[in-house]
């Protein structure tokens, strides 16, 4: 009847319109058209236009994908009535910076199945009037809705999926929520919850993915879980809590992605895992974990990642673990012998600080090789970043290397860096610096050293060494740039982690927009730090809070745009670096170790001299020259065949002819684009360890493009040979 009326009524006021409905003869129940003015109102949607019948797909009722994944749909069933009348099954508004209410009248649509309003400014609470509803599909990721879920919510047993992630929910989850048994997809995280996970998750018996992450909720992981047979995709971080055991998952035969993160998880690893041969990805990092590795896990043929740093296993490492693509062993008890302890890295596996032999602050077994070049007394890092020097005398080392999810790399002299996690769903490949040219609002500090960061998704370790004992002062430089300052975005995304100086907590939930007072705004936070066996950790960790996925996915984690670190008491006089008197090989050896630091630099990037402080230039200039490469090329003919006299490990010899006379033999340093930076300090050792009693002077050395000679004075009998060549 009222279909009747309204089609008349079209069809006397709104003739062409009214008659393209009609011969497609379909329209929306007018009850429907009026919920929906009503419903747009309560939410903020301002662009519905009503001079078209909301089914008809067009001026906005669909429109095509926007920036940022923003998505905008009403979908309507139109087979009723012999093929006459619609009804609304779904509303789609993504990314749309809605900022009202939740509208209680969405009752009025009964036949509605899937609400999606991801990605908005809602505020306010879930109306539980949507209780009697058949809804399938909701997501309200990514908003700002408070509250608790109302226990009425437990009646939409029709419910698929239900997405709640970044919020500001409060209170338990409802019991009646036992009742949901068709969800098959449930995420909640970065919220306020409370209470622990209910044990009435077990009648999810058709979920099949799981995910809590940073929602507040606390452990343990129920006995429950264990009947959740379908699940192929786990997820449960940051519970608060105390410990407990390993769940049950035996039954879950089709799980692929397992993380269990933070989860106070004590005991041993079970033997059924090994079992669960459909497994891809495994993250129980920072748990209580001891004993072995299961000999069963050689059965997971199909773990490309095993992420298991910040655990107390034990034993020694099988035969496979070099096996999947990364294998995170960081933080453990682990026996490893002397092979396996040379390097912090090896191929795939991150072995920092998993040794029991030595797994403290400043006593890290797989580091014990390493000489210090000298004591610092202050560290900067331009993080993510080239080399740059501020305020004429600080220079900020370069930390623009390529990193990988969970990988150890020694960068410095006297600092490495630590990656834990990987970004999952990103769409993108793997990022671990960001780069962002836009300007930035600085006050007191160079904006330079803001434009680059580094970013990780789980955890960002910077372990610095060779420091002298005493307290530091503690600088870190933030920025948000990765986030747009768009008013939209830059308020629905949040980036939250929390910072540890020396294995302690020192900032909880630091939000760098919220410090900053925006995004594009630098600030720094200092704190002190002791440093009692020469070394220095800050680590930056995910506790699962914030967005992920704003801008783009996996957009979460730490970010960091440089370090200074400075000691707070006066260093001791760097008399000590003077020259003995007497002896080539001491000022060889002198210069050698400049060499080698500024070798360093230079392969990390920091090409030019202007990256050294004018105190060690001087140095430099008074003991060795500093070559052009024409010079060079002038000498040896263009490095014509003819002038090489033999060709060492690292490099060919050349004999040249200097333009003020003297014969010299140039020793040319493969390109730094073929070495990798562990070959390279090698050989350089290896020439600074050379003992030969009449040992050759050094001239100089010339670094520019890709590369770096050494000049030698040149000996006629075959001495040489045998010095430069390292027998
Ligand atoms: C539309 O509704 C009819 C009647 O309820 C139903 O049979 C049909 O499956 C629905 N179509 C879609 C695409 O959901
Ligand atoms: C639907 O249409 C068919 C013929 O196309 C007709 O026989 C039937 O009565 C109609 N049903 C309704 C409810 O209008
Ligand atoms: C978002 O909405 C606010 C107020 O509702 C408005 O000031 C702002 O311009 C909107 N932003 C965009 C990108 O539409
Ligand atoms: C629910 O979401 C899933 C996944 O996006 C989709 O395939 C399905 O069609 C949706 N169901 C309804 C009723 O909207
Ligand atoms: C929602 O936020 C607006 C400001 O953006 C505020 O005025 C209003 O009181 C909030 N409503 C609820 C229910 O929290
Ligand atoms: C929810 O379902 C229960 C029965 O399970 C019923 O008693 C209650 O009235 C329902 N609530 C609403 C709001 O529909
Ligand atoms: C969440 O709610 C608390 C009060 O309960 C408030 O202090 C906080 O700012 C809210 N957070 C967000 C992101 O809205
Ligand atoms: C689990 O998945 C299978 C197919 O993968 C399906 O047949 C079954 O109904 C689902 N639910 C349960 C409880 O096993
Ligand atoms: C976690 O527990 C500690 C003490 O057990 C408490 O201080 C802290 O507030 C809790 N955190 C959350 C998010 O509940
Ligand atoms: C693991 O090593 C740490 C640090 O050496 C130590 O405190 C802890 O007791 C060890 N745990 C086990 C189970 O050996
Ligand atoms: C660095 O330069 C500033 C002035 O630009 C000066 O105040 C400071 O003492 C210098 N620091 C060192 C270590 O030379
Ligand atoms: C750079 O930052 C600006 C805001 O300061 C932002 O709008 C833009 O999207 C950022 N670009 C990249 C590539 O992150």
Redesign the pocket.
């Known amino acids: 009847m009222s279909f009747f009326f309204f089609s008349l009524f079209s069809l006397l006021l709104l003739f062409p319109l009214s008659f393209v409905s009609f011969t497609l003869g379909a329209t929306l129940q007018e009850d429907e058209v009026e919920a929906l003015k009503d419903i747009g109102k309560t939410l903020g949607k301002k662009d519905w236009d009503f001079s078209v019948d909301p089914c008809s797909g067009r001026n906005n009722w669909i429109s095509s994908t926007q920036l940022h994944g923003s998505e905008n749909a009403v979908t309507c069933n139109c087979s009723f009535q012999n093929n006459t009348l619609c009804h609304v099954v779904s509303v789609v508004i993504k990314a749309q910076n809605l900022s009202g209410t939740l509208p209680p009248d969405l009752v009025r649509l009964p036949f509605l199945q899937e609400i999606d309003l991801t990605l908005n400014y809602l505020n306010g609470t879930i109306p539980k009037q949507w209780a009697t509803l058949k809804l399938v599909n909701v997501s309200f990721y990514g908003n700002r809705l408070s509250g608790p879920i109302p226990k009425e919510f437990g009646n939409i047993t029709t419910l698929k999926s239900l997405l709640l992630s970044s919020n500001n929910f409060t209170g338990l989850l409802p019991a009646t929520f036992a009742k949901l048994t068709a969800l098959k997809q449930f995420r909640i995280g970065d919220s306020g919850f409370s209470g622990a996970i209910p044990n009435f998750i077990q009648s999810w018996i058709n979920l099949e993915m799981l995910t809590i992450q940073g929602s507040g909720l606390s452990g343990p992981i129920p006995s429950g879980i264990s009947l959740l047979k379908n699940l192929t995709d786990l997820t449960i971080t940051d519970l608060n809590g105390s410990d407990s055991p390993f769940p049950q998952l035996q039954n879950m035969s089709n799980l692929s992605k397992l993380v269990l993160r933070s989860c106070n998880i004590s005991g041993a690893l079970p033997e059924y895992l090994g079992k669960l041969t459909n497994l891809e990805v495994i993250d129980l990092s920072n748990n209580k974990l001891s004993g072995q590795i299961p000999v069963s896990f050689d059965g997971l043929q199909n773990m490309y990642l095993l992420f298991l740093s910040g655990n107390q296993l034990s034993g020694s490492l099988p035969d496979w673990i070099a096996k999947p693509d990364y294998v995170d062993l960081s933080y453990n008890n682990f026996t490893i012998t002397n092979f396996e302890l040379q390097t912090c890295q090896q191929g795939s596996v991150n072995l920092f600080a998993s040794s029991l032999k030595g797994n403290s602050l400043g006593n890290i077994s797989c580091m014990e090789n390493y000489q210090c070049p000298k004591t610092w007394y202050s560290l900067y890092i331009n993080c993510g970043g080239k080399c740059i020097t501020v ?4 220079t900020y080392d370069d930390d623009s290397n390529e990193m990988g999810p969970s990988r150890y790399r020694q960068i410095g002299l006297n600092w490495a860096l630590i990656t834990a996690g990987h970004f999952f769903d990103s769409g993108r490949p793997d990022y671990y610096t960001w780069s962002n040219t836009t300007k930035l609002a600085v006050d007191n500090d160079d904006p330079k050293l803001y434009m680059d960061a580094r970013v990780s998704p789980n955890s960002l370790t910077y372990y610095g060494f060779c420091l002298g004992n005493g307290n530091y002062i503690v600088k870190l430089h933030f920025a948000e740039i990765m986030f747009s300052d768009d008013k939209t975005y830059s308020s629905i995304g949040r980036r939250v982690f929390d910072i540890y100086i020396q294995r302690k907590l020192v900032s909880k939930d630091f939000d760098i927009v919220k410090e900053a007072g925006g995004v594009g705004k630098a600030v720094i936070e200092t704190f002190t730090a002791s440093v009692t066996s020469n070394a220095l950790e800050i680590r930056l960790y995910w506790a699962g809070k914030g967005t992920t996925t704003i801008p783009f996915g996996s957009v979460y984690g730490p970010l960091i745009s440089a370090i200074s670190v400075n000691s707070d008491f006066t260093p001791p006089s760097e008399n000590s670096r003077s020259i003995p008197a007497g002896g080539v090989a001491a000022i060889v050896a002198a210069a050698i170790v400049i060499i080698l630091i500024i070798s360093i630099m230079w392969w990390k990037g920091c090409l030019r001299l202007k990256c050294f ?1 004018s105190r060690e230039r001087k140095g430099l200039a008074s003991q060795t020259g500093l070559f052009t490469l024409r010079q060079l090329k002038a000498a040896t003919n263009n490095f014509d065949e003819s002038f090489k006299i033999g060709e060492g490990g690292f490099g060919p010899v050349y004999k040249g002819v200097l333009f003020d006379g003297p014969i010299v033999a140039i020793k040319q340093l493969s390109s730094k684009s073929t070495q990798g930076s562990r070959e390279f300090i090698n050989e350089i050792g290896m020439i600074s360890t050379l003992q030969h009693p009449n040992l050759v002077k050094l001239y100089g050395f010339c670094m520019e493009d890709d590369q770096l000679l050494l000049i030698y004075e040149y000996m006629e009998n075959n001495s040489l040979a045998h010095a430069l060549f390292g027998n």
């Open positions: 305020d004429g005398n600080k402080g």
